[in-house]
């Protein structure tokens, strides 16, 4: 049976992601925040084959849902809709976006810890979040293809780390293990993953590196 795929968010991330996961095969539906027209003919002319629809419906129908909405606003979403499914937190604290909200800066918790608790019956795993739109367009490649970039994949269940690993790969990426939600810190702004479009082999290293960085201190 084909995974079907609901994306949070229909700006820069979530229409490139609604592209990378109908290329790679699933069924996909996509919602903004206001009403479906609003977002009907960008999906139809960049995704044709995504089905633009309403938040309510992708929580109902995917199996996996992605968030792409700005951070500040996923309290807007119901956790009993998000109930038992995977959730992917592409999120990031952009205080252009967010504005100055010291919950969501404090260093005591990663943001996805936050999102992770607040959707505490579903299964929080914090990828796709650190390469940029155009690059996450830009660079898909098939596994074993020479300069295959990777993406951080962090999460306190393994069953579920393990479902992003593998979605992670079919969309392209060469996916790396960064550790538990409370280690997603490593991949937020600030922290010299945040941005990077790199290899595996380079990527597990700023992994490793991030405590001798200035963030990571
Ligand atoms: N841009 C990147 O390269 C990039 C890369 C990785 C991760 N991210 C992260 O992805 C998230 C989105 O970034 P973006 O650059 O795609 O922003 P964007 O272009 O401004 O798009 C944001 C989208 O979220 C929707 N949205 C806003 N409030 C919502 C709500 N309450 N419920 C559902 N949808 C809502 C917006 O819908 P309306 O237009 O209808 O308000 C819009 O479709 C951010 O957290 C960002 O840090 C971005």
């Not at 929580?59 to 996923?74: E, F, G, M, N, R």
């Not at 299964?123 to 074993?144: I, S």
């Amino acid at each position: 049976m084909t995974t079907t795929i609901g994306i949070l968010g229909a700006g820069k991330l979530g229409t490139v992601l609604a592209q990378l996961t109908t290329a790679a095969g699933y069924h996909v539906l996509i919602a903004g925040s206001g009403h479906v027209a609003k977002i009907q003919l960008t999906v139809e002319v960049l995704i044709p084959a995504a089905v633009p629809t309403t938040i309510a419906e992708v929580c109902h129908q995917a199996d996996i849902v992605i968030l792409a909405l700005p951070l500040s606003k996923y309290q807007t979403l119901s956790p009993a809709a998000l109930a038992g499914k995977l959730v992917i937190d592409a999120m990031n604290y952009w205080w252009e976006t967010d504005g100055n909200r010291e919950d969501l800066t404090n260093t005591h918790y990663s943001s996805s810890e936050q999102v992770a608790r607040y959707f505490h019956k579903s299964h929080v795993v914090k990828a796709l979040n650190h390469m940029g739109y155009h690059d996450l367009f830009d660079e898909p490649r098939l596994q074993g293809q020479p300069g295959r970039k990777a993406i951080a994949i962090a999460g306190d269940e393994e069953k579920y780390v393990e479902e992003t690993v593998k979605l992670v790969d079919r969309l392209g990426f060469d996916p790396v293990r960064a550790g538990s939600l409370a280690d997603s810190g490593k991949m937020e702004p600030g922290s010299a993953v945040f941005g990077a479009n790199v290899t595996k082999k380079e990527l597990k290293k700023l992994l490793t590196d991030f405590s001798k960085t200035k963030y990571g201190q």
